[in-house]
Every structure is written in C-alpha cells, then in structure tokens.
C-alpha cells in the first residue's frame, strides 16, 4: 500500500447516522483508504465543568459547557455497528478514535485495522497502556506534544509489548485552523530521525497543500478532516474540506506519489525519449559546402533536429575538409 490516506470525519455528522452515512459515501468516492470516527462516552472525558476551546467557542458560541456540546455529538456503540457495516459495503477501511475504555473495548471487538491515539492522550500512561494490550499497529498523532513526550509515549507503547514497526507516528498541531506558520512541517523529519519510525502528518490547516507536501517530505499517513459543509454547526466544519475538496487532495497525494516513486538517479525517462531528438540540436551547414573545403565557424552552425552529429563535438569539426558538397541545413557527416 502507498500513502494511506485517513478521511477524518471526527464527529461532524453532528450526531446524525443519516450523516455519518453521508461522510462515508464522501470518503469512499474521494479514492481514501479510511474514514475515521471518534467513539467517546462523553460522562467518562469530560467534566460538566469543562471549559470549550477557543476555536470551539468561536464556532459553536459560549452559550453550553465543553460537556454540553460533545454529548450532542456523541453516537452509540449501535450506531457505530451499523457505521462500520455501511463502510464495509461502500469499500472503504473504517476506523475510530476511542477516547475512553469501554469505547476502546467495543472498537477492539471490531477488530480494527489499527488504533489511533488521538493528541491529547499522549500524555495519558493508563491509556497508552490499554490500547497496546490489544497487541494491534497503533498510529499516534503528537499534537500539542515536544519530542520528549513523544519519546516517553513511544517507549511506553513498547514497554507494553508492541514491536517498534508496529507504531507510527503522525506530526500534528492542535489548533484549528493551524495557522501556516506554526505547522512546523519539518518537525515530522525530526520525529522521524529521532525515533527512526514510520511517519505521517495530521493536518488542521485550511486547504490542501500542506498534506500534499507532507507526502513529499516522505509521510507515509495522511489524515485531513473533511465535513459535508463547512457552513454547518459543529466545533470542526470551519478547518475541514468540503467533498470536493477531499477529492482534490487525494488525487494531489496520489500524483506525488507517481512523482516521487522513481530511481531517484537523473537518466532519461521513458516518456522524454521520443523528443530527445526534436529538442536537441546538431552540427549543420550554414552555407553551401563545396567537397574539400575547409569546415570553419564561418560555414557552419547549430540547429534541430538532433539527428546528427552532436554539437558536442564541435572542435573535433572544426578544420575538417568536406568529404562531399554540403547543402544550407544538412546535416554534417564525419
């Protein structure tokens, strides 16, 4: 497999399934290979006095508690059942953040592809632990986190039992939009030199360049969030791609990687060979050649095709005698 490419769908069906369904059939018409939900009990992650975001209160207002919006975004395990059936159907990967143990126990009964250790948990021992007993290929997104904390988490998931190979781990800024200059893009080699561990990018930005470059710089996991509409009511429709959009970035990614993909030697390609010989140019006369006459500057010259002898060999030309009568044009044989 290439470059995986993670639709994030987070919880912007706003708490529907009919709009979960709808995510999905985005995600599998894009061309992702996942689309990926969060599963939460809201009363196990948050107190009803927890304070929003400021992106979230500029999004959703300050009018309910953090606890209030998420638990209007919360769907259940049932639906999650039915979610993961809808995806096998449209031929796309499913996969969900589980934010707290019974949602991590209910996803493991799904057996997912993999886990994904969302920013803020990477900080969390009792739950690095949970999810590596489960023995399963982990990507952890590294938001909000310096390398040092990387590293712990990194080791922890290790100390539990998983095989380095098994982890992966995604560059990420927890804000939302990510403004270009705090995404720190370079920070993924970083992780990658330091840990030397596959990598990826999660993105929050506006757009979809900077995922496409990440995958230049070597990212072998993409996630982006995405939402039907960005003009709909929820804490992450404004820094998500709309369909059309997630379609572009995909195709975007896909194209680099035919870029990026080849012997990395400079040589002529296949697909230039046809027009080396209209490009290049040759060793022509610029006048009448008469046969035993001298070949100078003065009576020759260099144009297209590249047929003939190559200019290259220019001094090796010069104070020749014509073997034959040469035309304006011809070509010039040794």
Known sequence: MGVIIIAEAGVNHNGSLENAKKLVDVAAAAGAN?????????????TKKAKKAGYQEKSTGTGESQYEMVKKLELSFENFTEIKRYCDAQGIGFLSTGFDFPSLEFLESMEPTFYKIPSGEITNLPYLRKVASFGRDVIMSTGMADIKEIKKAFEILQGEGLKKDQISIVHCNTEYPTPMEDVNLKAMLHIKNELNTHVG???????????VAAVALGAKIIEKHFTLDKNMQGPDHGASLEPHELKEMVAAIRNIEKAISGSGIKELSNSERKNKDVARKSIVASTFIKKGEKLTENNLTVKRPGTGLSPMRWDDVLGLVAARDFSEDDLIEL
């Open 34 to 46: 996942f689309v990926k939900f969060q599963t939460f009990k809201t009363e196990l992650n948050l």
């Open 201 to 211: 990018y999660s993105d929050h930005t506006l757009g979809i360049e900077v995922p």
